[in-house]
C-alpha cells in the first residue's frame, strides 16, 4: 500500500511540474507577443517625430543636391522627383506605406537604398558596440566585486576615483587621446579606418574602449552598490557558515543576484551605445551608421536620417525586451504571470 501512494505521489509530481513549465512557457509567450504588439505604435510614433523634425530643420536638401549648377528649373524638377512639393500629411503617408514595404527610400545625396546602406554599415557599428560592452561590463563588473568585497580599503577609494573620473570624461578627448598615446607615441595600435575585410580587434580596441569608458565607470557604481545589498542577505550569511570559500560564495551565489540590475543597464547601454557612437566613428574614421548618421545630418540627406532613426529604435526595443526575458534566468523568483 505504502508504495502504491508513493508511486501516485510521484506521478502527481512530474504532472504538475509539467504542467508547470507548460503554463510558464504560455506566459512567456503571452508576454513576447504583447511586447512586440506594443513595438508597433512605438514606432509609428517615432516616425512621426523624426519626420517632422527632419521637414521642419533649416535647410534645403536640393540646394545641396545641385549645388553651383542650381536653377529654379532644376530645383523644380527635383523637389517634383523627390515628392518634395506635396504637403506634409501625403508625404509621411507614402513615407509609411514604403516602410511597411521595406523600402526605407533613397539617399538624396549618395543615391543609394537606405536599405542597402544600413547593411553595409551595421556591422562595423555592431562590433564596435560588442567590444566597448564587453570592455564596460567585464572590468566594470570585476573592479565593483573587488571594491565591494574590500569596502573601505585602497580599492575601494581607487574604484569610486575610477567611477567618478568615468562619467567626467568627454568621450571624444578620450578618444583623441588614445590615437595621441597609443597611435602617434608608442605606434602599438591603428588610429583609424577598419582594416581590409574581415573583423580585425586591433581596430576596435582603442575605439571601444573610449565609447566604453564611461559606461565601465557607471557599471563598477552599480556592482558595487547591488553586490553590497547582495553580500548582507540571510542565504550569504547561510553559505558562509555552512563553509563555502569567499570565492564560491562572491561568485556562485552572490554575483548572480547581484547581476540582474547590471543585464538591465548592459541592454539598455548596447542599444545607447549604437546610437551614441556618432563621435566615436567620426573620430576614428570607422564606417558604421554613427559616421553616416553624422554626415547625413549635415547634409540634410532625409531619408538616411529617418532610416538610420527607425532601425536604432527597433534596436533598442528588442533588446529591452530580451533584457526582462533575461531576468527570469538570472533570478528564478521572477515570472511572467
Do not use: C
Not at 533649416?58 to 529654379?72: A, E
Not at 602599438?188 to 566604453?212: D, N, T
Not at 558595487?224 to 560564495?249: C, F, H, N, W
Not at 543585464?263 to 558604421?288: K, N, R, Y
Request: net charge positive; hydrophobic share 50%; aromatic share 12%.
Amino acid at each position: 500500500m505504502l508504495a502504491i501512494i508513493t508511486d501516485a505521489l510521484v506521478s502527481v509530481s512530474k504532472y504538475t511540474k509539467r504542467d508547470t513549465l507548460r503554463k510558464g512557457g504560455e506566459f512567456v509567450t503571452r508576454y513576447i507577443i504583447r511586447r512586440l504588439i506594443q513595438l508597433i505604435p512605438v514606432l509609428i510614433g517615432i516616425s512621426i517625430i523624426t519626420f517632422l523634425m527632419m521637414s521642419f530643420v533649416p535647410g534645403d536638401p536640393v540646394t545641396l543636391m545641385l549645388g553651383q549648377h542650381i536653377t529654379p528649373q532644376a530645383a523644380e524638377n527635383i523637389r517634383q522627383e523627390l515628392g518634395l512639393d506635396q504637403s506634409l500629411v501625403i508625404r509621411y503617408l507614402h513615407y509609411l506605406g514604403n516602410i511597411v514595404q521595406g523600402d526605407f527610400g533613397r539617399s538624396y545625396i549618395q543615391h543609394q537604398e537606405v536599405t542597402q546602406m544600413l547593411r553595409d554599415k551595421i556591422p562595423v557599428t555592431f562590433q564596435l558596440t560588442l567590444v566597448a560592452i564587453f570592455i564596460a561590463v567585464i572590468f566594470g563588473v570585476l573592479i565593483g566585486i573587488l571594491s565591494s568585497v574590500k569596502q573601505y580599503s585602497f580599492w575601494d577609494s581607487f574604484a569610486t576615483f575610477f567611477a567618478m573620473t568615468g562619467v567626467s570624461i568627454p568621450t571624444f578627448w578620450l578618444g583623441m587621446m588614445l590615437q595621441l598615446i597609443f597611435g602617434v607615441v608608442l605606434h602599438i595600435l591603428p588610429v583609424s579606418g577598419i582594416g581590409g575585410g574581415g573583423f580585425q580587434l586591433q581596430y576596435y580596441i582603442l575605439p571601444g574602449f573610449a565609447l566604453g569608458f564611461s559606461s565601465m565607470a557607471m557599471y563598477v557604481r552599480l556592482t558595487r552598490s547591488s553586490m553590497l545589498e547582495v553580500i548582507r542577505q540571510d542565504y550569504i550569511r547561510t553559505a558562509r557558515a555552512k563553509g563555502l570559500s569567499g570565492r564560491v560564495v562572491i561568485f556562485k551565489h552572490a554575483m548572480r543576484n547581484a547581476l540582474i540590475p547590471v543585464a538591465t543597464q548592459a541592454g539598455i547601454d548596447f542599444a545607447g551605445l549604437m546610437g551614441g557612437a556618432i563621435l566615436t566613428e567620426t573620430i576614428f574614421s570607422l564606417p558604421g551608421i554613427g559616421s553616416m548618421l553624422y554626415f547625413s545630418i549635415s547634409r540634410r540627406d532625409y531619408p538616411v536620417v529617418q532610416g538610420v532613426t527607425l532601425f536604432m529604435a527597433l534596436v533598442f526595443v528588442i533588446i529591452n525586451l530580451l533584457v526582462d526575458i533575461s531576468y527570469a534566468v538570472l533570478d528564478p523568483r521572477i515570472r511572467y504571470d
